[in-house]
């Protein structure tokens, strides 16, 4: 795997000196139709996403990370009041060099293209053929999935199409990544396995990653710092830093005492805001 | 009229999901979308008998042996092949405007949950119109043209191109457009790259259905308008008592509906190749 932009990244990824801002949320609020009117699902939302940093969302079921993973990727638009910025732009659409990672990776893979072309969607007509090509192999090695190019999605299992998709938000060269429990519906071998990839892609890229997930581990073991939702409407009611160093291991960080103290403290968190 | 059967028969029975999986032949590069021919062996007995028992004196049954002979007549007489090819050109035409349009009306209106709901019940009005009813109308705006049959064919092949359009387009997945959106993939890309391509099964199962009509509503507005082809001739010679004749224009119109019928479904064979085999 080549290494991109490894001067700023490790840098940033090292988070010694202050780091830029990639994403500003100020006083986001979204209102969603319901049968019964507009529902203000997110009320005053506040937080910045660092460059190169790695922020994962937590909540109930429907506190509304997914609304505010997809205000983040210009999916959903927040009420007119609301400031979200990515990479200094106000967000209007998807951003550019921002990619949203579905869970549904079935639904977001196209059928009737070959993982390689798959791959290649984002990119044509856009960058030149070889630079393309290049850039195709490149993420499929990284994923590990050079030996499926010519398949097809549906002839991949469950754990190869995330990482197909995987692969294609990682051709495009991505400042950011915005991942909606993209490990949700898999088994925990291959979760973890998918975990360890994506802290790879995370220290070679440097992008900066939000990532929602219902699990606690998960989010610890990844993430920089855990952005707990609650409420209704939904805000942030917690926010905690997670310091453990880098790189970090499926067994040997999980046994160190710090982990288990921040898993326990997320719990109580997510615990706490439901009463 | 039996060999005229194989187009309505098919196009009556309703399109199951489950008619994909039969023409799919994702596993395989096995042209199986193809009829066996075995399957007109019924026919081939048929007109074998019909020959045996048929007596020579029968105005109204002549044994196949004489429609041959009467087809041959007419083809020498440089009648024929112009009917034939007016018959094809015009049943051609038909299909794909009726593909064309009925995708594009499918993808209007059924993109929109309002325009959809607004737009039901002229739909089910519409589609409910026999053609035999819409042919004077075209004929009085349209006068006995080359026109005017296109037109009718059109309007009544567009219909299950049409409406399976607009109910594969309520099934996409908006997680596909959202992907897309993500990717930075523009309006016209985006319709060219996914909408498109996900539609097409449901655009197929439309052309399927629609492609028997077609050939049915041609030859019945030409039996009706006397404009030409195929149908003005079966028309003429059941008006002239040349029973042979008439039979053996049916024979050949029936052959060509099974022809259309096999190149439809290779051609969706041929869409489908890739697809998941569900
Ligand atoms: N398109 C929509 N229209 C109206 N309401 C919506 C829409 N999408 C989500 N909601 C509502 O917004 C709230 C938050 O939904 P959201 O999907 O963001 O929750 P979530 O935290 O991602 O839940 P989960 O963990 O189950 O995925 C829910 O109450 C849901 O009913
Ligand atoms: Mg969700």
Same mark, same amino acid.
């Given at each position: 795997m080549t290494v991109e932009r490894s001067a700023d990244v490790s840098s940033a990824a090292l988070g010694t000196q202050p780091r830029s801002v990639a994403c500003q949320c100020r006083n986001a609020s979204v209102d969603l139709g319901s049968r019964a009117g507009?529902?203000?699902?997110?009320?005053?939302i506040n937080f910045d996403l660092h460059e190169g940093e790695f922020v994962a969302i937590l909540g109930r079921s429907g506190s509304g990370k997914t609304t505010l993973l997809r205000v983040l990727g210009g999916l959903v638009d927040p009420t007119p009041e609301s400031v979200v910025t990515f990479h200094g732009r106000p967000v209007a659409g998807p951003p550019q060099d921002v990619v949203f990672v579905f869970q549904n990776y079935a639904a977001s893979?196209?059928?009737?293209?070959?993982v390689h072309n798959n791959v290649a969607l984002g990119l044509e007509g856009k960058v030149p053929v070889a630079v393309k090509r290049a850039r195709i192999s490149e993420s499929l090695a990284t994923v590990g999935l050079e030996a499926r190019a010519?398949?097809?999605?549906? /002839? !991949?299992?469950g754990g190869m199409q995330q990482r197909v998709q995987l692969a294609r938000s990682l051709a495009m060269r991505p400042r950011g990544l915005l991942m909606d429990e993209?490990?949700?519906?898999?088994d925990a071998m291959t979760k973890a396995s998918l975990q360890d990839q994506l802290q790879q892609v995370h220290q070679h890229t440097g992008a900066t990653i939000a990532f929602v997930t219902h699990d606690i581990d998960e989010a610890v073991f990844l993430s920089d710092r855990i952005l707990v939702l609650d409420g209704?409407?939904?805000?942030?009611a917690h926010e905690i830093p997670v310091e453990l160093?880098?790189?970090?291991? /499926? !067994?040997a960080t999980k046994e160190l005492p710090e982990f288990l103290r921040l898993r326990r403290q997320v719990y109580d968190a997510i615990v706490e805001t439901g009463d | 009229m039996t060999t005229l059967g194989v187009g309505p028969a098919d196009a009556a029975s309703p399109v199951e999901p489950g008619e994909r999986r039969r023409t799919t032949p994702a596993r395989g590069?096995?042209?199986?979308?193809?009829?066996?021919?075995?399957?007109?062996l019924p026919l081939v007995v048929f007109l074998a008998s019909w020959q045996l028992v048929a007596?020579?004196?029968?105005p109204f049954f002549p044994p196949p042996s004489d429609w041959a002979s009467a087809l041959l007549d007419l083809s020498r007489s440089g009648v024929l092949l112009p009917a034939a090819f007016a018959t094809v050109i015009t049943f051609l035409l038909g299909l794909v405007a009726a593909s064309v349009l009925g995708t594009v009306l499918g993808l209007a209106v059924g993109a929109s949950a309002r325009t959809d709901r607004a737009l039901q019940p002229t739909l089910e009005y519409a589609r409910a119109m026999p053609p035999a009813a819409v042919v004077p109308i075209a004929t009085l705006l349209l006068g006995f043209t080359g026109t005017m049959k296109v037109v009718v064919v059109t309007s009544a092949a567009i219909w299950s191109i049409l409406l399976n359009t607009r109910s594969g387009v309520r099934q996409l997945n908006p997680v596909m457009f959202e992907m897309a959106r993500s990717l930075q993939l523009g309006r016209f890309e985006r319709v060219r790259k996914v909408t498109f391509p996900a539609l097409l099964p449901s655009i197929f199962l439309g052309v399927r259905v629609a492609a028997p009509v077609a050939l049915v509503i041609t030859l019945l507005v030409e039996i009706l308008t006397?404009?030409?082809?195929v149908g003005a001739l079966i028309a003429q010679s059941q008006r002239n008592y040349e029973f042979a004749q008439g039979y053996g224009l049916i024979l050949v119109a029936g052959l060509f509906a099974l022809l259309v019928n096999a190149l439809v479904s290779m051609l969706q064979a041929r869409v489908m190749r890739h697809r998941p085999p569900a």
């Open positions: 507009p529902r203000r699902i997110l009320g005053d893979l196209l059928p009737w293209r070959t010519a398949d097809y999605p549906w /002839q !991949l299992s993209p490990f949700g519906s898999l209704s409407p939904a805000t942030i160093p880098r790189p970090r291991d /499926q !067994l | 590069t096995r042209t199986g979308s193809l009829p066996p021919l075995r399957g007109l007596s020579r004196l029968s006397q404009v030409d082809g």
